[in-house]
């Protein structure tokens, strides 16, 4: 009997374990970090289809959008710093309530303009390096299936997708990759945008490929994204898989484990 009896308290004292480890894990994931899995590729080659990351909520503090469990009936923000020209950021669209990941490029009060595919701000031209190629095979990607758009289009399945990439270095000195699918698109050529109080410009380094804030919401676009909808900011690729699926290890990039993406 006291062996049984024995036997039930280590069973319990386990389960008791797990149990508060599960509570502590969602309460850890809830307060300071929300997973994002990248469904897309408007922010190639920075990040890839399939990567899959943990945003930092606590970087620029809770809002109605981050604050645990949607119980914050405030507006604003709280505890948090301000975001940066180049941070990687988390927000929810302003009109449809998507996730989406972009590229802060302008903060309140700024300029901002593209002419010729070359960014602008506060009338000064942002410089581009040529930094080579970005080559991909032209095939279907990620749980969506798309096939990626080339600068040498058209590719036949298979064969190599290419887009010329560039080192941009902003105002703050924050480098990052670009890239061009094609000269003179739809938003190579765009009007000045000042940014509002209270909000940020964000736009996709995947340049040709994004519909960011160079799109009106009228439209689709993001528009001006109010602070108040920050979610977070990405720090680090965690885990990436370039298939459709993470269970299918053969597909998963090993150079892409705890990748940084600041420099």
């Given amino acids: 009997m006291a062996a049984a009896a024995e036997k ?5 004292e386990t ?9 502590i894990a969602g309460i850890f994931r809830t307060l300071f970090f929300q997973p994002f899995w990248i469904p897309s590729g408007s922010m190639k080659d ?7 990351l943990f945003v930092n909520k606590m970087a620029y503090g809770y809002s109605r959008h981050s604050c ?9 923000r709280i505890f ?16 449809n309530g998507e996730d989406l990941i972009k590229r802060v490029i302008g903060l309140p009060g700024d ?26 095979t032209y095939e279907r990607q990620g749980s969506m299936g798309g096939y990626p758009r080339c600068y040498n289009a058209p590719v036949g ?40 109080a209270d909000h940020i410009f964000v736009m996709g380094d995947n340049r040709d490929n994004s519909v ?20 977070g900011r990405a720090d680090r690729v965690i885990f990436s898989s370039a298939g459709t699926s993470m269970l299918f290890f053969w597909t998963w990039r090993a150079d892409r484990f705890f990748h940084a993406l600041h420099e």
């Fill in 68 to 76: 645990p469990f949607s119980l914050c009936p405030f507006s604003g």
């Fill in 212 to 231: 960011d804030s160079r799109f009106p919401q009228t439209a689709g676009g993001v528009g001006f994204v109010p602070m108040e909808n920050l979610i």
């Fill in 46 to 52: 920075t990040l890839l289809i399939g990567d899959f």
């Fill in 15 to 23: 389960v008791k374990t797990v149990f508060w480890a599960l509570v």
């Fill in 111 to 136: 300029r901002i303009q593209v002419r010729g595919g070359i960014l602008y701000i506060n009338d000064q031209e942002v410089p581009q390096e040529p930094d080579g190629v970005f080559a991909e």
């Fill in 8 to 12: 039930n308290d280590g069973i319990w």
């Fill in 80 to 95: 948090g710093s301000e975001p940066e020209r180049g941070d990687i950021v988390v927000f929810r669209h302003p009109v």
């Fill in 157 to 196: 399945q298979g064969g190599v997708c290419e887009k010329p990439r560039a080192i941009e270095t902003l105002p703050n000195g924050v480098r990052h990759p670009v890239l061009n699918i094609e000269d003179n698109g739809f938003a190579d050529n765009t009007p000045v945008f000042t940014v509002p």
